[in-house]
């Protein structure tokens, strides 16, 4: 079993950078493919970024392509979401997964998630 704990989100105005971070407690992430996903009301959930086990391929959603930066750190059994140049319609709750194929779905375990807020 894969527990995620998440943290960094918060307030930030329009413009502005959050750094989220997802941490494994249980069992190393190293062997996973890791994700962001986010969620915001009255909309379904839908990939942002992700990135493979050894770090050596990444991918993007088109909406946050060019302002987020996925990255990991195996030693540190977490993954990093850097948001910068963020806009109102990033509003939403981040949530980070694991999975065990490189994908933009089927992933198994998921954090609680962490609510970020872009202010205009």
């Known amino acids: 079993q894969v527990q995620l704990v998440e943290s960094g989100g918060g307030l930030v105005q329009a413009g502005g950078s959050l750094r989220l971070s997802c941490t494994g407690v249980?069992?190393?992430?190293?062997?996973?493919?890791m994700a962001w996903f986010r969620q915001a009301p009255g909309k379904e959930r839908e990939f942002v970024a992700g990135?493979?086990?050894?770090?050596?391929?990444?991918d993007y959603a088109d909406s946050v392509k060019g302002r987020f930066i996925i990255s990991r750190d195996n030693a540190k059994n977490t993954v990093f979401l850097q948001m910068n140049s963020l806009k109102p319609e990033d509003t939403a709750v981040y949530s980070c997964?694991?999975?065990?194929?490189?994908?933009?779905?089927?992933?198994?375990?998921w954090g609680q998630g962490t609510q970020v807020t872009v202010s205009s």
């Open positions: 990135i493979t086990s050894s770090a050596g391929t990444t």
């Open positions: 249980g069992r190393t992430l190293s062997l996973y493919t």
């Open positions: 997964a694991a999975s065990p194929f490189w994908s933009r779905n089927d992933y198994t375990y």
